[in-house]
C-alpha cells in the first residue's frame, strides 16, 4: 500500500488520539469475544486464558501505538475503513492468545484440562482456536481489498497490515506448540520475521549496509504454506502426527528461503529469483 495524499488529508490526525481510538475499538471487540466464549467456558473463564489474551492485546495496542508514530506527519493519512478491519484482525488474534495462556498454564500442571479435550456443551471450545486463526487470517485479503476498493491505500495501512500478519503467525504457532500440535522447529517460522528485522536494525546500528528484498513469490507462497500449516494443526479432527509431519515440511523450504533472504539483504547474494 502506498499513501495517495489526497486533499482529504490536509488535516492530519493526532497519532496519540489515532491509537486511543484504535485500542478502544481493539478492547471493545476483544472484550465482546471473551464474553462469546463465556458460555463454552460454562460461565467460568480460567485466568491463564484471561492473562494470555490480556498480554496479545497489551501487545497488539503497542505495535499499533509505533505504526501510528512511525506515519505522524503533515501528511499522516487517518484510519481507514480498511485499517479498522485491520484492528479487528488483532482483537482474533488476542482471543487466540487467550488459549495460548490457556496451553501454557496446562503444559505448566496449572490447568488440570485443556481445551483439546473439552466435552459436552465446551465442545465448541476445541474448534475455537482454529475459527480464531481462520479470522485473523482471511480478514488479511478483506481488509486489502476493501482499501482498494475504496481508494483508501495508506502506507499506515500497509504497514500495519504487515505487522499483524506476523503476530497472527507467531501467536498461531505458539498455540499450536504448546498444546502439541505443531513441532517446536516451527518456532522458528513463527519468530523468522522478527529475527530478520532485528538483524537489519543491528547492521543499521552498527554502520553495515543493507538491501532492499525485491518482490518474491515463492516468499508469498511460503507464507500461505506457513498459516496453511498453523491451521490444519489448530483443526481438532486432524491426527496430531499428520498436521506435526505437515508443519515439519513446509518449516524446511520456509527457513532456507528465510536464509537466503538474509543472504540478499545483507549483500552477499544476488536478489533475483
Known sequence: MTDDHRPGYSSPPRPHSQWGRATLGLGALSGALILALVAL???????????????????TSTIIYYVVLEHTGPSAPPFTS?????????????????????????????????WTTATGPGAGLQWAPAILFAVAALLDAVDGWLARRTDSVTDLGA?????????????GATVGVLAGVLPLVFLAVAGARYVFVAGLWWRARCGQPTTELPP??????????????IFVALVPTVDTATSRAFAAVVAVPFLANFGRDWLVAAGHLQGNE
Not at 47 to 58: C, D, H, Q
Not at 159 to 171: P, Q
Open 159 to 171: 504497514r500495519l497490515d504487515l505487522e499483524m500478519d506476523g503476530l497472527v503467525v507467531l501467536v
Open 82 to 114: 480498511a485499517t479498522w478491519v485491520t484492528v479487528a484482525r488483532g482483537a482474533a488474534v488476542a482471543g487466540l492468545g487467550g488459549f495460548a495462556g490457556f496451553a501454557a498454564a496446562a503444559a505448566g500442571g496449572l490447568e488440570a484440562t485443556s
Open 216 to 229: 518474491s513469490h515463492v516468499r508469498r507462497v511460503l507464507g500461505a504454506l506457513a498459516m496453511l500449516a
Open 41 to 59: 467456558w460454562s460461565g467460568d473463564v480460567p485466568a491463564a486464558f484471561l492473562a494470555g489474551s490480556f498480554l496479545v492485546f497489551s501487545l
